[in-house]
């Protein structure tokens, strides 16, 4: 079985300040994918990245930036100088083969 | 290219009632599957799909049928309504080539069993 773990509920900051959204995963196999996902207050689900078990390279992208390090199975992200559109809840998620496993979501609220 | 369509948006049902929830794709992808949202719980799995004619149960089917008699639709039929349904529903598509991966969701229902 796979699992997913997000440990923050909510994370409240101010604009402009950094914010690290943590992300702990288990699962027994080799191959998996690993996603974030933003859900905004309209209540759609956007893609934010897709990062393989085999490829552990950080990546950045604008103002978010991903860390993933498969010895301690985490996946971390985190979103540079927030602004108040960033205010959602994040998800991460684990896919194997076919069937995702999500956490339960941490909700950013991002004040101006 | 309308991706992945769910109707409909909204629906508000009485305990016992049946419906069916219609999920339609567009990009020939294999892999379709039903997620539930409640507060605090992230999605969960309901059914999932690998292909026309393949259904399977994923993490909460109970209370729940699916069938997939085509690539492009995958319905999710509530048989007999209840409470503890309420909630917002996520289908899915996905593809797999090469090592690569990609889902697309579509825009949700809301449910709402009273």
């Known amino acids: 079985a796979q699992k997913v773990t997000q440990a923050q509920t909510e994370i409240s900051v101010v604009e402009k300040e950094d914010v690290t959204l943590d992300c702990v995963y288990e699962?027994?196999?080799?191959?998996?994918?690993l996603f974030w996902y933003k859900q905004p207050p309209s209540g759609e689900l956007v893609f934010l990245i897709r990062r393989n078990s085999f490829d552990e390279q950080n990546e950045i992208s604008g103002r978010y930036s991903w860390n993933f390090q498969k010895s301690t199975s985490s996946f971390n992200f985190t979103i540079t100088a927030s602004q108040v559109v960033d205010s959602a809840v994040y998800f991460c998620a684990l896919a194997n083969d076919y069937k995702l496993s999500f956490g339960a979501g941490t909700t950013v609220t991002v004040r101006a | 290219n309308a991706g992945v369509t769910q109707t409909p948006k909204f629906q508000v049902l009485k305990t016992g009632q049946s419906m069916t929830l219609q999920c339609a794709q567009d990009?020939?992808?294999?892999?379709m599957s039903w997620y539930r949202q409640d507060p605090g719980m992230g999605l969960r799995l309901i059914h999932y799909?690998?292909?026309?004619?393949?259904?399977d149960q994923g993490e909460v089917p109970n209370g729940y049928n699916v069938s997939r008699s085509t690539t492009e639709d995958f319905p999710l039929r509530l048989l007999s309504a209840a409470p503890s349904q309420t909630s917002v529903y996520f289908c899915?598509?996905?593809?797999?080539?090469?090592?690569?991966?990609?889902?697309?969701f579509g825009s949700g229902t809301r449910l709402t069993v009273v």
């Open positions: 699962t027994r196999d080799t191959t998996y994918y």
């Open positions: 899915a598509s996905s593809y797999k080539g090469q090592g690569n991966y990609g889902y697309t």
């Open positions: 799909s690998v292909g026309a004619g393949i259904t």
């Open positions: 990009m020939n992808h294999e892999y």
